[in-house]
């Protein structure tokens, strides 16, 4: 038969294209993964409310505002979880001032205008406007906090009602300043004075625009995690994972031979696609993350090893190359597509029923097993189909079957 040079021009474009694209972008594919604090390092801690019995919509309005205190601290992608009925746990990866979040995320920041006697309530820090309070200063050059308000007639009915009288501005209990009322605010705009400099007017600022927390929370445990330490624990997993993929790919070119090449062609497009889609979908990857990855590959490939040995068998049964592919493919179809289904499920109850980091596992081994689904099934057809389609196989020991291993029926 006259080999046919275009499908073979194609299988091999479609090899240079794929390695072209993983050995070029994988590094910045990587690089623009969110780590988790395990990987990078951070700070985790477990809040538990005071109030007993607390609502649902309660711990979420909670956990809303300790997010918006996060946004302040500019840590990207935290973790905020709701566990059991009274408990919030935070998990900031990459926060490089741990005494910093912890004090922003403990505070409850509950701003108050008070009467003069500074027992009566007259305006709350929702009052505000959204990022109403700014860092200024006054004319001595000394920081403020410059206050905008959402009603300036209220404002300005409490500054007359007022008028020559102190008005205490207090941070939960801890008066923040005492000013006096020396004529009538109109403009809707207040100042609070006092701070040691612009770094401290600019925390108390960053609160009052987080909000406060509506329950009362109290830290039950917290740990940390050193940069170098999450550094040590990324690397020792990339490296142990190499190692691994390594060991496959010898194993499936060595007892597969051509099919055991196209494995590794469409094991390296399965890596490459996991790391783009965990990119894509801004997962957040962690230890276990890394270890749900790693077991995809190991799922990935038994799919190839199915295909692969359906294509043997249907040679040591006296077919030809061709028709070997096509029945071996056929019959690999259903049991690689259970195996992938049966797996799913059980991600899927892990995530259901998982804590955080279990959840994490799931998402990146469901991720894993619809991409292998892809790259082992349809990706390793194409590929085969064009080396068989170009007539180049003619020899059954280009699968790893001998001579002597097929049917003389």
């Keep these: 038969m006259k080999i046919r040079k275009g499908k073979l021009v194609a299988f091999c474009l479609l090899v240079v294209v794929i390695l072209g694209i993983v050995a070029t972008t994988t590094l910045d594919v990587w690089n623009n993964i969110t780590k988790g604090l395990d990987l990078q390092g951070g700070f985790e801690v477990l809040y538990e409310t005071e109030q007993k019995n607390v609502s649902m919509e309660a711990l979420k309005d909670t956990a ?13 992608e935290p973790e ?7 408990r919030i746990r935070v998990q900031l990866a990459g926060v490089k001032d741990q005494n910093k979040a912890r004090k922003m995320l403990g505070k409850q920041a509950r701003l108050t205008f008070r009467d003069p006697s500074g027992k009566t309530v007259l305006m709350e820090g929702k009052d505000l406007k959204e990022n109403g309070a700014s860092v200024g200063y006054d004319e001595l050059n000394r920081p403020v906090v410059t206050l905008k308000l959402k009603d300036p007639k209220k404002f300005e009915n409490i500054t007359r009602k007022y008028l020559g009288q102190q008005i205490p501005i207090y941070l939960d209990e801890t008066l923040l300043s005492d000013p006096q009322v020396q004529q009538v605010i109109s403009g809707g705009e207040a100042q609070i004075s006092g701070q040691k400099d612009a770094k401290e007017a600019q925390e108390l600022a960053d609160l009052l625009n987080a909000g406060a927390i509506p329950l009362k929370l109290k830290e039950v445990q917290s740990f940390s995690v050193d940069a170098s330490l999450g ?18 790919f010898i194993f499936v070119i060595g007892l597969y031979r051509l099919p055991g090449f196209i494995a590794v062609i469409t094991l390296i497009a399965y890596a490459y696609l996991n790391l783009l889609t965990f990119m ?5 990857l962690t230890l276990p993350g890394i270890a749900a990855f790693i077991l ?15 294509i043997r068998d249907e040679l040591r049964v006296g077919r030809s190359i061709a028709g070997a592919v096509k029945a071996g493919s056929k019959r690999s179809f259903l049991t690689i597509f259970d195996a992938h289904i049966t797996t799913i499920i059980a991600a899927v109850v892990l995530f259901i029923f998982g804590t955080s980091a279990v959840k994490g596992f799931s998402v990146s081994l469901i991720a894993g097993i619809l991409i292998s689904f892809i790259t082992a099934v349809a990706l390793s057809r194409i590929m085969m189909t064009l080396l068989v389609r170009s007539n180049l196989l003619k020899r059954p020991g280009l699968f790893g079957v001998r001579e002597d291993e097929i049917s003389d029926l």
Excluded: F, K, P, Q
């Design 64 to 76: 809303a505002a300790l997010n918006n205190r996060i946004n302040v601290l500019g840590v990207s």
């Design 80 to 86: 905020i979880t709701i566990e059991g009925s009274n």
């Design 231 to 248: 550094a040590d624990s990324l690397r020792d997993s990339l490296v142990a994972g190499l190692y691994a993929i390594i060991a496959i």
């Design 280 to 284: 894509l979908l801004d997962v957040t």
């Design 296 to 310: 995809g590959i190991g799922i990935a490939v038994d799919a190839n090893i199915i295909m692969g040995e359906r």
